[in-house]
């Protein structure tokens, strides 16, 4: 199974409003500045504190994302979720770059709060 979605993939499950869980993996200020819609923010070093929280379910299906083809956090954040025993992980590897070019909005507010820690 590849890990990899295109963006007509994700449109696809956006537009059905398929069950999965769409992950920006940068820090919450890029989050803030510039999201795609309905997608929650879990960057790198939140990972494994917060994951649990976040993302309860390991079968259900994750959609990482970062700024664009350049960034690895998405490819990074896709190990170590995969690693954690979450079974459904893909990766949305033009992230908001891909997004913005072909069109899409980018929303910006605050990220949405997280389970605190500990």
């Not at 994951?51 to 960034?71: F, H, M, Q, R, W």
Request: with cysteine; net charge neutral.
């Amino acid at each position: 199974m590849s890990t990899e979605i295109t963006f007509e993939e994700l449109t696809s499950k956006i537009r059905a409003h398929a069950p999965f869980v769409l992950v920006e993996a940068l820090p919450a200020q890029y989050y803030g500045a510039g999201h795609l819609p309905g997608a929650i923010n879990l960057p790198l070093d939140g990972i494994e504190p917060r994951s649990s929280d976040v993302l309860p379910d390991k079968n259900a299906e994750i959609v990482v994302y970062c700024s664009g083809p350049t960034c690895q956090n998405s490819h990074v954040a896709q190990r170590k979720l995969t690693s954690m025993g979450y079974r459904n992980v893909k990766v949305f590897s033009g992230g908001k770059a891909a997004w913005s070019q072909a069109g899409g909005t980018l929303v910006t507010d605050a990220p949405r709060p997280l389970a605190a820690n500990g």
